[in-house]
């Protein structure tokens, strides 16, 4: 499975950006879209996630409310939708991919597929 994430960019806090993530090869079957970000000096986290067969989701705490992950079957494309931005949200956003049914799977060891990430950048 091949990830390749896009849009991100800079925004006010308080204003609203969306990425995508496009998934190529192997995509037949099963699987969990996720979307993690990890900021500067920190560790790799998780965001949200969506089952790719029954469009369950999952999300952190941090962005509940906030944040909304849907999924374009026709277009094998997750989107993230990203309102009320906070300084906080700046990180670059990865996009992964697994196998399996478990959308509450937040551990970035069990996803084995990344993409290589987009920036997203929220100014105070």
């Known amino acids: 499975v091949q990830l390749v994430e896009s849009g991100g960019g800079t925004v006010q806090a308080g204003g609203s950006l969306s990425v995508s993530c496009v998934a190529s090869g192997r995509t037949a079957g099963s699987y969990i879209m996720g979307w993690f970000r990890q900021a500067p000096g920190k560790e790799r986290e998780f965001v949200a996630s969506i089952s790719w067969s029954d469009g369950n989701t999952h999300y952190a705490d941090s962005v509940k409310g906030r944040f909304t992950i849907a999924k374009d079957n026709a277009k094998n494309t997750v989107n993230l939708e990203m309102n009320s931005l906070k300084p906080e949200d700046t990180a670059v956003y990865y996009c992964?991919?697994?196998?399996?049914?478990?959308?509450?799977?937040?551990?970035?060891?069990?996803?084995?597929?990344w993409g290589r990430g987009t920036q997203v950048t929220v100014s105070s």
């Open positions: 992964a991919a697994r196998y399996g049914v478990d959308y509450f799977i937040v551990q970035t060891y069990r996803y084995p597929y």
